[in-house]
């Protein structure tokens, strides 16, 4: 792996955790206001080592070690600062099984935002598909249902990965469903700000998850997803902080990860059954999506200020 390799894959991953963390730093900031200022520095220290360091720290070693049975977690740790060629040999064994996983999981993400949230629609076919949102379920369990099948066919361990893909989503969707109604007690209750802050770090547990799954899309190096995920991270740290009213009005950038989360997750589920691409397949795919919605948002802004000027 060359420097270009990694510097690529690096930045892509940056990108992809920064905008799959948007809705997340949304949260935060709209909490934050509502707390005093050396709690919101208590949360901005503790919850930086518990995101970063905690949960996007040690995830990405859990997920290599739960597809890698035959390893345990001390050698599964130590395969990441070593060149052991045997425990090398079980997680390249192991990489379909992860890649579907992490595949279904992402693309119902996609799906379920596609059917069911509200959103500002940059497509009139998005309007179309979220009138439907009860066709989410059905359309996602005969997805997985016909993955299934092909799974027994081609490699019947494959079926398993891809049910603990769709569980885990369903798992993880449930904290997120439930976000904006605790977001709304949390603005409305006094509560203290210890709960605040206990609720905050719970909710930003399970936003990292989608950061941490997708990294795999990009590479299987434990390292390099570290340094990426981290990087984002900080970066949607000082987001939460500093520019949240400024990321607010780009009102197509929820689309633009979303749409990157659907793609990754269809990347990773063909790579699990053979499909090679290239390793800067993942990090284009993200870029370029991201740009062009961030082109739609800035647009719609223009239109927006030209509209005053001309009322002025």
């Known amino acids: 792996m060359n420097w270009i390799h990694i510097l690529v894959v690096v930045f ?18 709209h909490v934050l206001r509502t707390m005093p200022e050396k709690f919101r520095k208590w949360f901005l220290v503790w ?13 990405p070693f859990i997920i290599v070690w739960l597809v890698n049975t035959n390893l345990s977690f001390v050698q599964v740790f130590s395969f990441v600062f070593s060149n052991n060629p045997e425990i090398a040999h079980y997680v390249e064994l192991s990489k379909p099984l992860l890649l579907l996983g992490g595949g279904i999981y ?18 009139l076919v998005e309007g179309f ?19 299934i099948y092909y799974c027994l066919k081609y490699n019947p361990l494959l079926a398993l990965s891809a049910t603990i893909g769709a569980t885990a989503f369903f798992i993880t969707d449930g904290f997120k469903n439930n976000a904006q109604e605790q977001e709304k007690k949390l603005l409305s209750q006094h509560l203290s700000a210890f709960s605040k802050i206990l609720y905050l770090e719970i909710l930003d547990m399970s936003f990292s998850i989608d950061g941490v799954i997708g990294a795999f899309a990009f590479t299987i190096s434990v390292p390099l997803i570290l340094i990426g995920n981290g990087l984002g991270a900080l970066v949607v740290r000082e987001v939460t902080v500093r520019g949240i009213d400024l990321i607010s009005k780009f009102a197509y950038l929820k689309n633009g990860a979303m749409y990157s989360i659907g793609m990754l997750g269809i990347l990773m589920a063909l790579e699990s059954f053979g499909q090679e691409f290239p390793f800067w397949l993942a990090p284009l795919n993200t870029i370029l999506l991201l740009s062009f919605f961030l082109f739609l948002s800035y647009r719609e802004i223009s239109a927006a200020k030209n509209t005053r000027k001309k009322r002025a």
Do not use: M, P, Q
């Not at 919850?47 to 995830?59: D, E, H, I, P």
């Not at 992402?106 to 497509?123: G, Q």
């Open 129 to 147: 598909i979220h009138r439907r949102g009860v066709w989410f379920y059905s359309i996602a369990s005969i997805f997985l249902t016909g993955v």
């Open 12 to 29: 892509g991953l940056c990108v992809f955790e920064i905008i799959s963390s948007v809705d997340n730093a949304i949260v935060n900031a």
């Open 106 to 123: 992402l693309f119902f993400v996609f799906l379920s935002w596609l059917f069911l949230e509200e959103k500002k629609y940059a497509f």
């Open 47 to 59: 919850g930086l080592f518990f995101a970063v360091f905690v949960v996007r720290g040690l995830l």
